[in-house]
C-alpha cells in the first residue's frame, strides 16, 4: 500500500476506514485475493466432487459432508486471513513502503485496524464461496442455514484469531518469510490435535488440549451442530477459547499496532 | 428383540494351563438382540451381559467385540465399527452377572456378524463366545451426485473469469 494513495481522505473519513479501502483494493483489484480464492474453489470442488460420487465417501451422512466442506473452509479461509495479516506490515517493511505510509495522517493504531478488518475480508470471501458447495451437499436435509450460521460465527472467531495472531508475528518479524513461516508453523502446530488418536484424545488430558485450542475447539463444536444434530447451546463450553483467542488476540494486535508498526524489524528499538 | 442365552459354559477346571493359577471362572455371555437391521453409516447398539455361573466371584475378565463378515469378498475391520472394542470387567460376585452395551457403527454394507468374547485376563484358558447378532448392512446413498459437475466446475470458472475481467481492466 503506497502512502501517496492515503493523501487526501476526506477529513470525515476514519483513517481505519481509509486504510481498510485501500488495502482492499490492493488484494482485490490487485489480483492477490481473487486468486487465492480461486484456489481455494478448486479445493472445494474436488472435495465436493469426491464426497458426491466416490461410493466410499457417499455413505456419508448428507450432515457429514456438509461438515466436512464447512471445516475445510473454516481451516482454509482463516489460513488465507493468517497469511494476509502476517504479510500486512513486515511485507510493507520489505517492499520499503512501510517509510512512506508511516508519513500519512494515519495512526498506526488505525493502520492496524484497516490492516487486521482487510485481511479478514479473504475469509468472508472464502465463506461466500463455499455457500453454493454447502448449499448443494445439504439440500434435502434442512442443514444449509445451520451450516452456513455456525461457520459464520465459529469461523468468524477463528480468522480473527489467525489474522491478528498473523498481524502480531508481522510487526515482529525481522522479514517476511519469518513472519510467513512462523504463521504456517503455529497453524499447523494448532491443527496438530486433530490427528492425534482417538485413544489420545480421550480422559482429561486430551479433552483440555482440545478445549483450550481455539481451532481444535471451533472445529468440534461446527462437527457437534452438523454432524451430531446437537443444539448450539449444547456444546457451548466448547466456545470459550475461540472466543478468548478472536478477543484477547485481537485486542493484543491493535493495542501492539500502535506502538510497534516501525521500520526496523525485529526487537530492535 | 428375543433375549438369547448362550451356548458357551465354560468348565473351568479343564481349561486351566495346570498351573497354580485361580481356576478360570464359569462364565456365560448373553446379547439381548441376535439379529438387526442397518443403513450403512447409521449406528446401533446392543447389550451383552456376562453372567457368573460359578461359586466363587469372577475376577479379571476382560469382553472383547469381534465383527467379520458373514460373506466372502468383503474386508472388514472391525476398529471402523467401534472404537472401544475391549473393555476389562470389575469382579462379578458368584451367581451375578455385569451388562455390557456395545455401539457400534455399520461401515460396511452385507451379512455381518458381531459376537462378543470375554477371556480371562490371566491368558489362561479359551475364550467364552456369545451367540452372534446377525447384521444386515443395507446400502445407503445419501447424496444424489447429479448436479455436481456443472457446481465443481463452474465456481472455480466464474471465479477465474472475474480475476481475468479484472487484470483485463487493470491494463
Known amino acids: 500500500m503506497a502512502a501517496s494513495e492515503h493523501a487526501a481522505p476526506s477529513p470525515a473519513t476514519p483513517g481505519w476506514l481509509v486504510v481498510v479501502g485501500q488495502e482492499l483494493r490492493d488484494l482485490w483489484v490487485g489480483g492477490r485475493g481473487l486468486l487465492l480464492t480461486l484456489a481455494f474453489s478448486v479445493l472445494l470442488s474436488l472435495i465436493a ?8 465417501l457417499n455413505f ?40 512512506n505510509l508511516l508519513l500519512t495522517p494515519v495512526s498506526r493504531l488505525e493502520l492496524g485496524v484497516g490492516k487486521l478488518l482487510a485481511a479478514l475480508s479473504l475469509w468472508f470471501a472464502a465463506l461466500a464461496v463455499a455457500v453454493p458447495y454447502v448449499w448443494y451437499l445439504g439440500r434435502g ?14 469461523g468468524t472467531l477463528l480468522a480473527v484469531f489467525l489474522a491478528s495472531l498473523g498481524l502480531i508475528l508481522s510487526l515482529f518479524a525481522a522479514s517476511n518469510r519469518i513472519s510467513l513461516a512462523l504463521g504456517l508453523f503455529i497453524l499447523l502446530a494448532l491443527y496438530a490435535p486433530t490427528q492425534l488418536p482417538t485413544s489420545a484424545r480421550r480422559g482429561w488430558a486430551g479433552d483440555l488440549l482440545l478445549r483450550i485450542n481455539p481451532l481444535t475447539a471451533g472445529e468440534h463444536y461446527v462437527g457437534r451442530i452438523l454432524v451430531d444434530a446437537h443444539s448450539w447451546s449444547e456444546d457451548l463450553s466448547w466456545l470459550v477459547s475461540p472466543v478468548l483467542g478472536a478477543v484477547l488476540f485481537a485486542a493484543a494486535a491493535i493495542a501492539l499496532s500502535g506502538r510497534f508498526i516501525r521500520l526496523p524489524g525485529g526487537f530492535a528499538r | 428383540m428375543r433375549r438369547a442365552a448362550v451356548s458357551a459354559v465354560v468348565a473351568v477346571a479343564l481349561l486351566g494351563a495346570g498351573s497354580a493359577q485361580a481356576a478360570v471362572p464359569d462364565v ?30 469372577a475376577a479379571g475378565l476382560v469382553a472383547h467385540l469381534n465383527v467379520l463378515s458373514l460373506r466372502p469378498g468383503l474386508y472388514v475391520d472391525p476398529e471402523d465399527w467401534s472404537e472401544d472394542r475391549t473393555r476389562y470387567l470389575a469382579p462379578i460376585p458368584a451367581g451375578g452377572s455385569t451388562a455390557v452395551t456395545w455401539t457400534v457403527t455399520a461401515v460396511n454394507s452385507g451379512a455381518l456378524g458381531v459376537y462378543v468374547a470375554v477371556l480371562p485376563s490371566s491368558g489362561a484358558g479359551r475364550p467364552i463366545t456369545g451367540p452372534t447378532l446377525r447384521a444386515d448392512i443395507a446400502e445407503r446413498k ?24 479484472v487484470r483485463l481492466r487493470r491494463r
Not at chain 1, 466432487?49 to 466410499?56: F, I, P, Q
Not at chain 2, 456365560?28 to 466371584?57: C, K, M, W, Y
Not at chain 2, 444424489?144 to 463452474?154: E, S
Open chain 1, 49 to 56: 466432487y469426491l464426497v458426491a460420487t466416490n461410493t466410499d
Open chain 2, 142 to 165: 445419501t447424496i444424489d451426485a447429479g448436479g455436481i459437475v456443472p457446481l465443481a466446475l463452474g465456481v472455480p470458472a466464474l471465479l477465474g473469469a472475474l480475476a481475468v475481467g
Open chain 1, 141 to 154: 436435509v434442512d442443514v444449509v442455514d445451520e451450516a452456513l450460521a455456525a461457520g459464520i460465527v465459529v
Open chain 1, 60 to 99: 456419508l451422512e448428507q450432515r457429514e459432508a456438509v461438515g466436512l466442506v464447512l471445516q475445510v473452509t473454516i481451516a482454509v479461509g482463516s489460513l488465507l486471513a493468517l497469511l494476509a495479516a502476517a504479510d500486512a506490515v513486515s511485507g510493507e517493511r520489505e517492499r520499503g513502503t512501510l517509510e
Open chain 2, 28 to 57: 456365560s455371555v448373553e446379547v439381548d438382540r441376535t439379529h438387526v437391521s442397518a443403513e450403512l453409516g447409521q449406528d446401533f447398539s446392543f447389550r451383552s451381559t456376562i453372567r457368573n455361573r460359578g461359586s466363587s466371584p
